[in-house]
C-alpha cells in the first residue's frame, strides 16, 4: 500500500513536469527561474520614517520667523517650546506658529534648572508661561520641556502636564556652524528622533532647513513631537 502511494505521487510529480515543460516550450521560455521569480519587496520598502523638529529658546524676532518661512515653503510643522520672558513683544511670531499648525509648548519662564528652584517657583513660573500662550493661541499647552532635561517625578506631579525631552542633540548650541549641525544631526538620526534645536541661532535655523530637504530625500516624514508620543 507504501509503495502504492509513492509510485502514485511519483507519476503526479512526472506529469505536472510534462505538462509544464510544454508551456514554456510553446511560448518560448526556457528558463524556468525567469518565469517563476518575482520582484524581492523589502517589508520596509516605502515605509515613512517619522522624525520631529524640536525648538527651544523662542521666539526670536531675528531668526524664528526666517525658520518658519522655511518650514512653511517645505510643507513641515514643527514643536517650539517657548520661553516666558521672550514672548513678550513676540505675540506675533507666536500666533503665527499656531495659526501654522506647529506644535507649541512650554519651556518654562527663565532658562534655570527646574529642580534647584523650588516647586512652588517652578509652578508659578511654568504657569505664568501657560498664561502667555493660552492669551495668544487660545489654546493651553500641554507639553513641557525642562530647561537643560532637567526633571523629576515631584514636578510632574505638581505641574501636571507632559515632559518631552529628545533623543537626538544637534549641538547646536555649542556648535554654532551650520554645516556641523548637520554632520552632528545625519550621522545618528533614525526613525522615531525628537532632535533638539533652537531657532535662536542663525546657524541652527539654516541647519535645519537644509537637514529636512537631505532627510526628505531619504523618506524622512516630519511630523510634530506629540505625533512620535501617541504612536
Known sequence: MHNRYIKYFLFLLLTTDLFLSAI???NGHTDTEKI???P????TAG???YIALTFDDGPSRKYTPILLDGLKERGVHATFFLMGKNIEGEEDIVKRMSEEGHLIGNHSYEHIQLTKAGAKAVCEAVEHTQEQIEAITGKRPEYIRPPYGDWNEELEEEIGMTPVLWSLDSLDWKLKDTGKIIHQVLKDVKDGDIILLHDIFPSSVEAALELIDILQKEGYVFVTADEL???
Open 24 to 26: 514554456f516550450l510553446k
Open 36 to 38: 517563476f521569480s518575482l
Open 40 to 43: 524581492v519587496i523589502s517589508k
Open 47 to 49: 515605509t515613512p520614517k
Open 229 to 231: 508620543l501617541i504612536e
